[in-house]
Nanobody
Framework: QVHLVESGGGLVQAGGSLRLSCAAS????????MGWFRQAPGKERELIAA????????YYADSVKGRFTISRDNAKNTVYLQMNSLKPEDTAVYYC???????????????????WGQGTQVTVSS
């Protein structure tokens, strides 16, 4: 049984930083590209960052480019999201997800991802 477990969310002031972690189990981690999505109230779930299976290629949404960094440790079956210079508009539930995509481009749609974590709340106060 596959489990993705996020941690590291919380309340932070604008300009602050948080580091999210997502520990995966029950799957061959290196077979999956990993993504971080977020969903704010009343909005669709959006992909904000993704990382390829083993060569470190990354994708960032324009809204987080230059502030967020995705990384993975395949030895620990864990993907991270370092979030700096946080803004109130970053407030959302953050989800990690696994995509068994054999292609060379990242898939942006949530429906393309095979497994999901339960989400972790990030709240940025102004």
């Amino acid at each position: 049984q596959v489990h993705l477990v996020e941690s590291g969310g919380g309340l932070v002031q604008a300009g602050g930083s948080l580091r999210l972690s997502c520990a995966a189990s029950g799957l061959t981690f290196t077979y999956y590209a990993m993504g971080w999505f977020r969903q704010a109230p009343g909005k669709e779930r959006e992909l904000i960052a993704a990382i390829s299976r083993s060569d470190g290629v990354t994708y960032y949404a324009d809204s987080v480019k230059g502030r967020f960094t995705i990384s993975r440790d395949n030895a620990k079956n864990t993907v991270y999201l370092q979030m700096n210079s946080l803004k109130p508009e970053d407030t959302a539930v953050y989800y990690c997800a696994a995509d068994r995509n054999r292609g060379t481009t990242f898939r942006l749609s949530a429906s393309a991802y095979d497994y999901w974590g339960q989400g972790t709340q990030v709240t940025v106060s102004s």
